[in-house]
């Protein structure tokens, strides 16, 4: 009889699927628009690889949790990071987030797991020892909002139906960010031209040793560890008009400007949009690289029809205005924004300083089983094997050594190598 009691208070604790389903569904304020895609690619060197997945669930078993994530991957000096990211990273980002969050958590935790998940991928495949490196842009589509995270010179560009495009990326390019730069200065690492015989000096600027033209990627372990891996990202939720994403590699961009890239392929479907953006990349400037390309549609519920081409005249308050969200009626001022079509800003962040990127942890840390747990690898930790991502942090007065986010020690020196304060501990094959 006691037995037949307790199971019967354990069930009377159970949340039914049904429950779940319709919380999520209170949620969601708007309805969620329908999301269209399409990919092209021209290959030269074989080393562009992409990710486009439709399926992903934040509550497993739960079909209104559903996400999508579009992501490409431009390798050089080999494709075997680029590969690996794409077979590793969505996991690694997935598993970096807490358990039972609702929707508005999970997503305010997103920029924090993109963070962890990008440094662990790069952890992981730079102890394989391979030279090989990558670009990542990657972004996560759920309902009105995007999130995208990225290193490199990979583009994530927004146009909205007003005519208005703006990038949601930033160019880990030395040559035109001069942050980086000096970042990658402080850090212990050499940025010049190419010089020639003579003395002269050609082409853009780069990091040395390796010669690598960009400040953050996955892997180049034959570079140094200061070319880091800690991505920018951007959230921002759409208005209920919709807009169009175009994500590319850097063949693309190195022949159009976003603008260009934009109006090129405005009013066509998404499918036939990626390939002109191709086709007119090449017009413009040959095959001289790997060239690909996603175009995403999120398109309005009642809309069944691509977005129209823009006005020729623009109206004077322009269809794309960034906004920071603030938490007083925050839900009020979101219906206000999107009632005319003003994309608003969630998050944005492109610090390189991984303490900065965690943050506080105010639940110091604590994993689901009791132990603590490594903010980037996910590995439980004893209290006393733990290192505070902030212990010796001189950036922050509010931070304090003892508080989490905690560190296993592989990782503490993964950090430290980033920051320039020791040589990496990973060796070449």
């Given at each position: 009889?006691?037995?037949?009691?307790?199971r019967?208070?354990?069930?009377?604790?159970?949340?039914?699927?049904a429950?779940?389903?319709?919380?999520?569904?209170?949620?969601?304020?708007?309805?969620?628009?329908?999301?269209?895609?399409?990919?092209?690619?021209?290959?030269?060197?074989?080393?562009?690889?992409?990710?486009?997945?439709?399926?992903?669930?934040?509550?497993?078993?739960?079909?209104?949790s559903?996400?999508?994530?579009?992501?490409?991957?431009?390798?050089?000096?080999?494709?075997?990071?680029?590969?690996?990211?794409?077979?590793?990273?969505?996991?690694h980002?997935?598993?970096?987030?807490?358990?039972?969050?609702g929707?508005?958590?999970?997503?305010?935790?997103?920029?924090?797991?993109?963070v962890?998940g990008?440094?662990k991928?790069?952890?992981?495949?730079?102890?394989?020892?391979?030279?090989?490196?990558?670009?990542?842009?990657?972004?996560?589509?759920?309902?009105?909002?995007?999130?995208?995270?990225?290193?490199?010179?990979?583009?994530?560009?927004?146009?909205?139906q007003?005519?208005?495009?703006?990038?949601?990326?930033?160019?880990?390019?030395?040559?035109?960010?001069?942050?980086?730069?000096?970042?990658?200065?402080a850090?212990?690492?050499?940025?010049?031209?190419?010089?020639?015989?003579?003395?002269?000096?050609?082409?853009?600027?780069?990091?040395?040793?390796?010669?690598?033209?960009?400040?953050?990627?996955?892997?180049?372990?034959?570079?140094?560890?200061?070319?880091?891996p800690?991505?920018?990202?951007?959230?921002?939720?759409?208005?209920?008009?919709g807009?169009?994403?175009?994500?590319?590699?850097d063949?693309?961009?190195?022949?159009?400007?976003?603008?260009?890239?934009?109006?090129?392929?405005?009013?066509?479907?998404?499918e036939?949009?990626?390939?002109?953006?191709?086709?007119?990349?090449?017009?413009?400037?040959?095959?001289?690289?790997?060239?690909?390309?996603?175009?995403?549609?999120?398109?309005?519920?009642d809309?069944?029809?691509?977005?129209?081409?823009?006005?020729?005249?623009?109206?004077?308050?322009?269809?794309?205005?960034f906004r920071?969200?603030?938490?007083?009626s925050?839900?009020?001022?979101?219906k206000?924004?999107?009632?005319v079509?003003?994309?608003?800003?969630?998050?944005?962040?492109?610090?390189?300083?991984?303490?900065?990127?965690?943050?506080?942890?105010?639940?110091?840390?604590?994993?689901?089983?009791?132990?603590f747990?490594?903010?980037?690898?996910?590995?439980?930790?004893?209290?006393?094997?733990?290192?505070?991502?902030?212990?010796?942090?001189?950036?922050?007065m509010?931070s304090?050594p003892?508080?989490?986010?905690?560190?296993?020690?592989?990782?503490?020196?993964?950090k430290?190598?980033?920051?320039?304060?020791?040589?990496?501990?990973?060796?070449?094959?």
């Amino acid at each position: 009889m006691g037995s037949r009691e307790e199971r019967h208070h354990h069930q009377h604790n159970l949340v039914p699927l049904a429950a779940l389903i319709g919380r999520e569904m209170r949620n969601e304020k708007m309805e969620k628009p329908t999301v269209r895609y399409g990919n092209a690619a021209q290959s030269r060197k074989g080393e562009d690889y992409f990710m486009m997945k439709m399926d992903c669930q934040r509550v497993p078993g739960n079909p209104t949790s559903t996400f999508s994530v579009f992501a490409i991957f431009d390798g050089h000096n080999g494709n075997a990071a680029a590969i690996f990211s794409r077979d590793h990273l969505l996991n690694h980002v997935l598993g970096a987030i807490p358990r039972g969050l609702g929707r508005d958590e999970w997503l305010q935790a997103l920029p924090r797991a993109l963070v962890a998940g990008f440094v662990k991928t790069d952890k992981e495949f730079q102890s394989r020892g391979e030279t090989s490196g990558t670009t990542v842009t990657f972004v996560i589509v759920d309902g009105w909002t995007v999130t995208v995270a990225s290193v490199g010179d990979s583009r994530c560009i927004l146009d909205t139906q007003g005519g208005a495009v703006s990038v949601l990326t930033v160019d880990h390019r030395l040559e035109e960010n001069v942050e980086e730069r000096e970042r990658v200065t402080a850090s212990g690492g050499e940025v010049g031209r190419l010089s020639i015989v003579g003395g002269a000096e050609v082409g853009p600027l780069r990091c040395w040793p390796g010669g690598l033209c960009l400040s953050r990627s996955i892997g180049d372990m034959d570079v140094g560890e200061f070319i880091v891996p800690i991505p920018y990202v951007k959230q921002v939720k759409l208005s209920n008009a919709g807009g169009r994403l175009i994500i590319a590699s850097d063949g693309i961009w190195d022949a159009l400007s976003s603008e260009m890239a934009a109006k090129s392929c405005r009013g066509l479907p998404a499918e036939l949009a990626a390939r002109q953006v191709v086709k007119e990349a090449l017009r413009t400037r040959g095959l001289k690289d790997d060239t690909t390309c996603i175009v995403v549609d999120i398109i309005p519920p009642d809309n069944s029809v691509q977005p129209s081409p823009p006005p020729k005249k623009q109206n004077k308050l322009r269809a794309l205005l960034f906004r920071k969200k603030s938490h007083d009626s925050a839900s009020k001022l979101s219906k206000k924004l999107s009632a005319v079509g003003i994309v608003e800003e969630l998050f944005e962040e492109g610090s390189a300083m991984l303490a900065e990127r965690l943050g506080n942890d105010e639940s110091n840390g604590q994993s689901t089983s009791g132990l603590f747990m490594c903010a980037v690898c996910q590995a439980d930790l004893a209290p006393i094997e733990g290192i505070s991502v902030h212990a010796g942090a001189i950036f922050s007065m509010s931070s304090k050594p003892w508080q989490g986010p905690f560190l296993c020690v592989d990782c503490r020196n993964k950090k430290d190598a980033m920051e320039g304060k020791r040589p990496s501990g990973v060796r070449v094959a």
